[in-house]
C-alpha cells in the first residue's frame, strides 16, 4: 500500500512542478514580449502593462468559478467563508502586481524578477523593526546576500537590453517592486488570517473571490475614471500582429491571462498537498529559469557582475527555504505530543 501511494504523491508533485514551470515560464516570455516589443509600422509601444493584472483577474475568477461549480461540494452545517471575506485583501493584491507589471517600463524582465525574488528583505525588515522578531545569523547573511545581489545587478546593464525598455529609469522601477512586495507582504498576512478564522475555506474559494474583487476594482479604473480599458481593446485591434482578430482582446495578452489561472491553480494544488515550504522552493527556482529563458529567448545577455548578482539571490533564497524546512521539520514531531 506504501509503495503505490508514494508513487502516487510522487506523480502528482511532478505535475504540479511541471504545471507552475510551463505556465509562469510561458507567462514570463510572452510578457516580456509585451513590454520590450514594437508593433505596426509606427512602432507602437503596448502602454497598458498594469492592465494586464485586470484582465487577468477576471480569467482567473471565471475559471476558478467553473472548477468551484464543477467540483466544490458543500457539506451541510459547515461554514465556509463568505465572498465578502475577501473584499480588503483584494485591494493590495489589485494594486501590488499592478506596480510589479508597469516596473517592466523601466527596467528590464530579468531585473524585475530579481527584484520580486527579494521579499524576505522587506519581511525580514518589518518583522524586525516593527514586531522586535529576531532571525538567525544565517537568516540574516541571506539577506544580506539577496541585498547585495539585487544592489549588484542593478548597478550596470547591458546597453542592448536597456535600449528595448520604453523608458529605462531604474530607480523608479525598483521602487516600484518594492511597492509591489510591501503590498503583496500585506496580502498574504491577511489571507492567513482569513485561514485561521474559516479553516472550512479552501484554496480554490480564495482564488475564485480574491480575482473576483479585484476584477471589481479594476473595472471603474479602466473604464469610468480612464480609458485605459478601451484603449487596450483598441490596441489589439490596430495591430493583428498582437491581436488574435477575436472579439475580447489580443493573443499575447489573453495568453499572458490563462497562463495565470492555470498556473495559479497549480500552485495552490502544491500548498494544499505539500505545503507552502516546497512551494516556496518551486517557485523561487522557477524565477531563475525565468531569467535565463530571457537570456536565451530573448537575447538579452547578462554582464559578469549581473549573473553574480543572479548567483548571490538564488543561493540566498535556497539556503533561507533550506533553514525554514529545517525548522519545520524540527518541530513537527513536537505536535504529536
Known amino acids: 500500500m506504501g509503495q503505490p501511494s508514494r508513487l502516487k504523491s510522487t506523480l502528482l508533485l511532478l505535475t504540479c512542478v511541471a504545471g507552475i514551470y510551463v505556465s509562469y515560464l510561458t507567462q514570463g516570455v510572452v510578457q516580456e514580449t509585451l513590454s520590450t516589443k514594437q508593433f505596426g509600422a509606427n512602432g507602437a509601444r503596448f502602454g497598458y502593462l498594469s492592465s494586464l493584472n485586470a484582465v487577468q483577474c477576471w480569467v482567473c475568477f471565471l475559471w476558478a468559478a467553473l472548477l468551484l461549480v464543477l467540483f466544490d461540494k458543500r457539506q451541510p452545517g459547515v461554514e465556509y467563508p463568505p465572498f465578502t471575506a475577501y473584499w480588503k485583501p483584494a485591494?493590495?493584491?489589485?494594486?501590488?502586481?499592478?506596480?510589479?507589471?508597469?516596473?517592466?517600463?523601466?527596467?528590464?524582465?530579468?531585473?524585475?524578477?530579481?527584484?520580486?525574488?527579494?521579499?524576505?528583505?522587506?519581511?525580514?525588515?518589518?518583522?524586525?523593526?516593527?514586531?522586535?522578531?529576531?532571525?538567525?545569523?544565517l537568516e540574516y547573511a541571506c539577506c544580506l546576500a539577496i541585498s547585495a545581489g539585487v544592489g549588484l545587478f542593478g548597478m550596470k546593464s547591458s546597453s542592448k537590453v536597456t535600449r528595448k525598455l520604453a523608458s529605462p529609469n531604474a530607480p523608479l522601477g525598483y521602487t516600484l517592486c518594492l511597492v509591489n512586495l510591501v503590498l503583496d507582504g500585506y496580502t498574504n498576512a491577511a489571507?492567513?488570517?482569513?485561514?485561521?478564522?474559516?479553516?472550512?475555506?479552501?484554496?480554490?474559494?480564495?482564488?475564485?473571490?480574491?480575482?473576483?474583487?479585484?476584477?471589481?476594482?479594476?473595472?471603474?479604473?479602466m473604464f469610468v475614471f480612464s480609458s485605459v480599458g478601451s484603449d487596450l481593446l483598441a490596441f489589439c485591434f490596430q495591430h493583428p500582429e498582437a491581436s488574435a482578430g477575436?472579439?475580447?482582446?489580443?493573443?499575447?495578452?489573453?495568453?499572458?491571462?490563462?497562463?495565470?489561472?492555470?498556473?495559479?491553480?497549480?500552485?495552490?494544488?502544491?500548498?494544499?498537498?505539500?505545503?507552502?515550504?516546497?512551494?516556496?522552493?518551486?517557485?523561487?527556482?522557477?524565477?531563475?529559469?525565468n531569467i535565463l529563458l530571457s537570456v536565451l529567448w530573448n537575447a538579452n545577455p547578462l554582464l559578469p557582475q549581473q549573473w553574480a548578482a543572479v548567483v548571490l539571490v538564488f543561493s540566498g533564497l535556497l539556503v533561507s527555504s533550506w533553514t525554514k524546512s529545517r525548522r519545520h521539520a524540527k518541530h513537527a514531531p513536537e505536535k504529536k505530543h
Not at 485561514?195 to 479594476?218: D, I, P, V
Open 91 to 137: 485591494i493590495t493584491n489589485c494594486v501590488g502586481p499592478a506596480c510589479g507589471l508597469h516596473a517592466l517600463k523601466y527596467i528590464s524582465y530579468p531585473a524585475q524578477v530579481l527584484a520580486k525574488s527579494s521579499k524576505m528583505i522587506p519581511v525580514m525588515l518589518m518583522g524586525t523593526v516593527l514586531h522586535g522578531k529576531r532571525y538567525s545569523m
Open 246 to 289: 477575436a472579439l475580447l482582446a489580443g493573443y499575447d495578452v489573453l495568453l499572458f491571462c490563462l497562463c495565470g489561472a492555470v498556473g495559479q491553480l497549480f500552485i495552490f494544488a502544491t500548498i494544499k498537498r505539500f505545503g507552502s515550504l516546497l512551494n516556496t522552493l518551486v517557485t523561487t527556482t522557477r524565477k531563475f529559469f
Open 191 to 221: 489571507q492567513d488570517e482569513i485561514h485561521k478564522r474559516h479553516k472550512h475555506g479552501s484554496a480554490l474559494q480564495m482564488m475564485c473571490w480574491m480575482n473576483f474583487w479585484c476584477g471589481l476594482y479594476y473595472l471603474p479604473i
